[in-house]
């Protein structure tokens, strides 16, 4: 599965809501679907997994939702940490494989 | 708190060999199956194979552009997993992180990797 994250780059101010699109070019099983962010020199951090369901810790500004191809990270009110790159990855189970998405760099306009 | 702290990286020749070693802390080592994930200067993630658990088999599974030559393997006593590479490429050149599986479809904690760069 090859996932495409758009746009590649979002510009946005402080409380401004962000939306970011993953889309794979077939069906994500199960909705094994997960959303990172990571910032410069520091490793990814995991937000969501299966689609929706947010990590515990992470704030609830951040939800995602999608189902099948088709899936949205949104960013409610952006704050001066949020801005970064997020990663959209999939996960295969038979035989297992994780794939990554190019990623959506989310600035300060 | 659980923390991942990878070591071993550096600077080798095409075809040389490298191991990296992650220790885990804050977390029952021996339950969670551990991952490698790879990020190349500039650019994005890549899964790189993972580990099950002992009471799993302790079996593995790569990236195609690996199968064949990385090895992971994991030592519980010591709360460490080893990626071995070997017949390292220019395209191997990344930062390597270690991660564990969350759910068994994606990475939940990571260390802060180790920098592999595979140049004559």
């Known amino acids: 599965i090859v996932l495409t994250q758009s746009p590649g780059t979002l510009s946005l101010s402080p409380g401004e809501r962000a939306t970011l699109s993953c889309r794979a070019s077939q069906s994500v099983t199960s909705n094994y679907l997960a959303w990172y962010q990571q910032k410069p020199g520091q490793a990814p951090r995991l937000l969501i997994h299966d689609a929706s369901s947010r990590v515990t810790g992470i704030p609830d500004r951040f939800s995602g939702s999608g189902s099948g191809t088709d899936f949205t990270l949104t960013i409610s009110r952006l704050e001066p940490d949020d801005f970064a790159v997020y990663y959209c990855q999939q996960a295969g189970t038979s035989p297992p494989s994780f794939a990554f998405g190019p990623g959506t760099r989310v600035d300060i306009k | 708190e659980v923390q991942l702290v990878e070591s071993g990286g550096g600077l080798v020749k095409p075809g040389e060999s490298l191991r990296l070693s992650c220790v885990a802390s804050g977390f029952t080592f021996s339950n969670v199956w551990m991952n490698w994930v790879r990020q190349a200067p500039g650019k994005g993630l890549e899964w790189v194979g993972r580990i099950k658990t002992k009471s799993d088999g302790a079996t593995t599974a790569y990236a195609a552009p690996v199968n064949g030559r990385f090895t992971i393997s994991r030592d519980d006593s010591k709360n460490m997993v080893y990626l071995q590479m070997n017949s390292l490429k220019s395209e191997d050149t990344a930062m390597y992180y270690c991660?564990?599986?969350?759910?068994?479809?994606?990475?939940?904690?990571w260390g802060q990797g180790a920098l592999v760069t595979v140049s004559s």
């Open positions: 991660a564990t599986d969350f759910f068994k479809t994606c990475f939940g904690s």
